[in-house]
């Protein structure tokens, strides 16, 4: 086959929404169908000849452009199989013969469009577990009808996995979703590897359905796109090889991390936006599919599909894919900071897994039923999450879920040391901000050096989270800073405890705030307490209740988040106390306000917190060396 002349842009063409059967978001699997058209027709003019790669526009990862050609092929290949799968074949013929094209070429070691083999811990053994997925969910379409020598040639690519050096992450379920593969066709492949690949999450597994991706505290979307969802594949790839007691243990442990996930989406469909590989995004999706596809989901048909249906139609809304129906390397726009080194311009191509929920039948009840509203959609939330070290606090009035951080850090375990991630260091994360990458004073603390530097946050060191309370402590110029953080409707109050001598600069900055239009209008005043306001009345503040001595600002930059051109954060500026409390709010609620707060220390060092509405807690110290007592709420 050749490529076809097609130059496919512009708006992206859509059925009408259905609102009897999704009164949320309109969105039905027909809408799934049409936006994985329009992914995959995106691709054509970005194949080579034969379909092995596609060459997509941007710049290149680290692994080069011919692995990057690779990665085109796979994850959309990916995409391809669950839509051939979920149609039960009946998609167009050239869908099929495209793909069965790519792997002939791409298999063939003497055609000038094959794959990178797979060698130790290099990236075509990412691809070949998304290859190893799309062979078997479109076996009966596919593979089935490869000739033998086609098929051997797969066989003897991706059986370059057996005996392979892994990297110790998420990477060892590839090796294991590859070579259950090869399992399941009869070709060479070790089980003990297979053992192995299955048994080390187990020691990364911190309880409640939340994994490290890897050793230390690596707390982010992996957990759900790869940690969980990989099992689940296996599951289905290997069958009755299966063991039914790890079956049920991954099961249940996916369905325990469903009941917290559901909460990371705000109404609007947006996912929380922290960690690594956001340029994935509807990806975020994946395990609500999973947890459908494996009945292994405590929520009902209509929620699972009313957020899966709202994140897609959020980014879609948005610009992703564009006009030429390609996910570009960023957010809604092309933001190159959101990226990685191991980003290429196919990357955001993982997205694909997202569509897992179109091997479920079209009668099943996830299609089926009548959407029914997400967590945000109907009150106000606070959910604590021991594992990762988060607090979560949504408002429905506003529809935003705020991500507050005391335990993820992605720093491997010490002595290693590592540069601090403006995904991972910031105290809070939400659904409608986004960190200033790569680096900005929002949500974070800083002890300034002598010429300005401020300090980073590095290794977190978490001291506990229940009810409405997070701590954690860091390294701050060699001195200690230790963090509470209580969360109450829209605003979290943080209680900084330092060690640092007297006459050393501070700084606090709030929530950023983005927009492509225009930039935000920002307020400053006594108080003292700084305010960012973006058109639409999206509003980030903060306000010092204790300790602060100088004024506050707010701090205007461009091109440097991925929510819009234009950001604008809010912060204070002051010499460091032995304590400083700080008032923060990110609202898109005109009722929400930032004034009335207050803190009172006592002579002991508990303070007595008053939050705008009236509502009253109390934090409570030890007197060495510092260890956080999270105490009851006072009453109202």
Do not use: C
């Amino acid at each position: 086959m050749t490529v076809p002349p097609v130059s496919i842009t512009g708006p992206m063409h859509l059925p009408d929404l259905d609102l009897r059967l999704s009164p949320l978001t309109g969105w039905t699997r027909a809408h799934w169908e049409a936006v994985a058209d329009r992914l995959l027709n995106g691709l054509l003019p970005y194949a080579t000849p034969d379909f092995a790669q596609y060459r997509l526009p941007g710049p290149p990862s680290h692994s080069g452009p011919w692995s990057d050609g690779l990665e085109g092929y796979a994850r959309s290949f990916l995409l391809a199989a669950f839509r051939i799968a979920g149609s039960g074949g009946r998609v167009s013929s050239a869908l099929i013969e495209r793909y069965a094209a790519g792997l002939a070429a791409g298999t063939d070691p003497h055609h000038p469009e094959h794959w990178p083999p797979i060698t130790d811990r290099a990236q075509p053994m990412v691809e070949a577990a998304s290859i190893a997925i799309a062979l078997h969910e479109s076996r009966p379409w596919l593979w089935d009808h490869l000739s033998d020598g086609v098929r051997g040639r797969v066989v003897e690519w991706l059986g370059g996995f057996v005996g392979a050096e892994v990297n110790d992450s998420n990477w060892r379920l590839f090796q294991v979703i590859t070579e259950e593969f090869l399992a399941s066709v009869g070709a060479p492949h070790s089980r003990a590897e297979i053992d192995a690949g299955l048994a080390r999450p187990e020691d990364w597994y911190r309880g409640g359905g939340w994994y490290t991706d890897g050793d230390g505290q690596k707390f982010d979307y992996y957990n759900g796109w790869a940690l969980h969802l990989y099992p689940v594949l296996w599951e289905r790839i290997a069958g009755p090889r299966a063991d039914a007691a790890t079956v049920t243990r991954h099961r249940g442990r996916l369905r325990e991390f469903l009941a917290d996930h559901q909460h990371f989406f705000g109404s609007d469909g947006a996912p929380v936006h922290q960690g690594r590989s956001l340029t994935y995004r509807f990806a975020t999706t994946a395990p609500l599919w999973a947890g459908a596809l494996a009945d292994a989901t405590p929520l009902p048909p209509g929620r699972t599909r009313r957020l899966a249906s709202g994140a897609l139609k959020h980014f879609a809304e948005r610009g992703a894919p564009d006009e030429r129906g390609l996910l570009t390397l960023g957010w809604y726009r092309p933001f190159l900071p959101v990226t990685q080194r191991y980003s290429g311009p196919a990357s955001p191509y993982w997205a694909s897994k997202a569509f897992l929920g179109l091997l479920l039948p079209e009668n099943h009840p996830v299609w089926m039923a009548a959407e029914e509203p997400a967590p945000v959609d109907t009150a106000d939330v606070t959910l604590a999450l021991p594992a990762p070290g988060w607090l979560l606090h949504s408002t429905a009035a506003d529809g935003l879920v705020r991500l507050v951080n005391h335990g993820s850090d992605r720093l491997p375990p010490p002595p290693a040391t590592a540069d601090d991630s403006p995904h991972y260091a910031r105290f809070a994360y939400s659904s409608g901000t986004a960190p200033e990458t790569p680096a900005g004073p929002d949500n974070h603390l800083a002890l300034l050096a002598p010429d300005g530097t401020p300090s980073p946050r590095g290794r977190i060191h978490p001291l506990g989270v229940d009810g409405r309370r997070a701590a954690s402590w860091h390294e701050a110029l060699g001195q200690r800073v230790e963090t509470v953080s209580v969360a109450h409707g829209p605003w979290e109050v943080r209680v900084h405890r330092l060690d640092a001598p007297s006459g050393t600069a501070v700084r606090e900055g709030g929530w950023a705030v983005a927009d492509d239009a225009a930039p935000p209008v920002g307020e400053s005043g006594p108080g003292p307490r700084a305010l960012a306001r973006r058109a639409d009345g999206l509003t980030s503040a903060i306000v010092g209740l204790h300790g602060w001595s100088g004024p506050g600002a707010v701090v205007h930059a461009r091109d440097t988040n991925a929510y819009g051109l234009h950001s604008a954060t809010p912060v204070l500026e002051g010499s460091a106390a032995p304590l400083l409390v700080t008032l923060v709010l990110l609202s898109g609620d005109p009722h929400a306000s930032h004034t009335g707060a207050s803190a009172t220390v006592r002579d002991d060092g508990t303070v007595d917190l008053r939050f705008p509405d009236g509502t009253r807690e109390r934090v409570r110290y030890d007197e060495t060396p510092h260890p956080t007592r999270v105490v009851r709420s006072a009453d109202r």
